[in-house]
């Protein structure tokens, strides 16, 4: 059984909770509206799901081979990521990540960030549970001689200690601290791990050397199941993730809505209360929700009427849109705001046919003068159609980003091609190669902190053409 918060006034005693009361809300006895409320919780709902996947592997499950480091700790990768790093989708692979998973309820958290070289593009996204990104530390916003931050969660009241330089306030207790260190090419990767090492995590009673405020009771986090994203166990996750994020403002009738099929309330959510009818409702409506988003992803995404800068960001710039919000889960989970950096997503090619490298090759054209307007850097990452990891391959090459530049062969016009296909397109074009899988594929052009022309919409990418083997 999923074990919640919401048993805690009444066992406070107990360090760690085994039980869960019988009572239950009452389900809506109108099952059209069931499944239309479960077709909207789905929607809302599935990024803190899909969070709740990657928090439950890096800060709860030892045995994982993703686990980071236990709560209120920083965890380091001091590699790139590689198709060995399965721990959430569509990765990049040019910034070696830090991981901090923040349990807010008892106290906050004090960030301390070094001082970093001007040259190097580093960050750090803090996001709520719903994946909004509701504040940035690094080089686009607080620059790069360092400084010591403090985060809260919802509830806390307190002073700014004096040589904290900002306080950050979250909508949930929980909260994912994601740095990105910029790697500038394969030697580098020691003086990241320089940096990475003076990252510095620190409850706020231990940064200022005082007694340690009364600890919250131990949370039993629900095991990963198989069918967590694709039956109604989904939204006894969800219920249960919506513990730590009090209600805001905007979000009273949707919550209202929710808790008509027994979502959010005082009580835990249990299917085994549930009938068969009931159950259908909400498979039915988790269905209607995939189809949605479906329909909005072959209509806007992938003719690129929006970008990635619509489905990332804080919680008045995306203006509760939640298919924009399940929409940034489903194709790049954790995926930056739009002023830090840009996803332009390759699906299609010019002629609007999926890609596909067992059938064609293809090839991405910067005219002189055209390459991505970046003021940090950009790169080109190949995915995996089928698992939206990155592709092994013989060069163990997964990008290609601006650093790369001055080996890349330029035309005589003074462009540069890349070619994007599963077998080499010859030696002495082998340094502009992006090797595919031998079936569906997607890239993604990343631009960190992008120029206004990006933002507005006035840089317009090249397609990417098929070539016929």
């Not at 990765?91 to 991981?99: A, G, L, V």
């Not at 990105?180 to 394969?186: A, G």
């Not at 166990?233 to 249960?240: E, I, T």
């Not at 705001?337 to 299609?348: K, N, Q, R």
Request: charged share 25%; net charge negative.
């Amino acid at each position: 059984m999923i074990l919640s918060r919401k048993c805690f006034s009444l066992i406070a005693a107990l360090p760690i909770f085994t039980a869960s009361l019988p009572a239950y809300a009452e389900f809506t006895k109108d099952l059209k509206e069931a499944r239309a409320i479960a077709e909207e919780a789905y929607i809302y709902g599935y990024p803190v799901v899909e969070m709740y996947k990657t928090l439950y592997v890096q800060a709860v499950d030892k045995n994982d081979s993703n686990f980071k480091a236990d709560f209120n700790q920083i965890g380091n990768t001091s590699d790139v990521y590689t198709p060995k790093d399965t721990s959430f989708i569509t990765p990049n692979s040019d910034t070696p990540y830090s991981f901090v998973w923040m349990d807010l309820r008892a106290e906050p958290i004090v960030l301390t960030l070094p001082k970093v070289e001007s040259e190097r593009y580093y960050s750090v996204q803090l996001i709520d549970i719903y994946t909004q990104n509701f504040a940035y530390l690094g080089t686009r916003t607080t620059g790069n001689d360092g400084g010591v931050y403090m985060v809260t969660g919802p509830n806390w009241q307190g002073e700014k200690p004096s040589n904290v330089s900002k306080v950050i306030r979250s909508e949930s207790e929980i909260v994912y601290a994601l740095y990105r260190t910029q790697l500038i090419d394969d030697s580098d990767i020691d003086n990241v791990r320089k940096i990475q090492s003076k990252y510095k995590v620190e409850m706020l009673s231990d940064y200022l050397n005082e007694a340690q405020p009364k600890k919250e009771p131990r949370i039993a986090w629900p095991k990963l199941t198989s069918d967590m994203s694709t039956t109604p166990a989904f939204f006894s996750y969800l219920d249960f993730m919506l513990d730590f994020a009090p209600t805001v403002s905007s979000e009273k009738d949707i919550k209202e809505r929710l808790s008509k099929i027994g979502i959010g309330t005082d009580e835990d959510f249990s299917l085994s209360e549930l009938s068969q009818d009931q159950l259908s409702a909400l498979q039915d409506g988790m269905n209607d929700g995939r189809k949605k988003f479906a329909t909005f992803k072959k209509d806007y995404i992938d003719n690129h009427k929006v970008t990635s800068g619509d489905f990332f960001g804080t919680r008045e710039q995306l203006k509760n849109q939640y298919l924009y919000r399940y929409s940034g889960a489903a194709l790049g989970i954790f995926g930056n705001s739009a002023d830090e950096a840009m996803y332009l997503g390759y699906f299609i090619d010019s002629e609007n046919k999926p890609l596909d490298a067992s059938k064609n090759n293809y090839q991405l054209r910067f005219e002189k003068g055209s390459l991505p307007p970046a003021k940090a850097f950009w790169s080109l990452t190949m995915y995996d159609g089928e698992n939206k990891f990155l592709v092994e391959n013989k060069l163990n090459r997964y990008l290609i980003n601006s650093p790369m530049l001055e080996n890349l062969t330029k035309g005589e016009d003074g462009s540069v091609t890349l070619y994007i296909q599963k077998d080499s397109p010859g030696k002495n074009l082998e340094s502009n190669w992006l090797p595919a899988p031998d079936h569906s594929f997607y890239g993604v052009l990343r631009l960190y902190i992008p120029e206004e022309v990006v933002l507005n919409g006035s840089w317009k990418r090249p397609l990417m053409t098929a070539v016929k083997q």
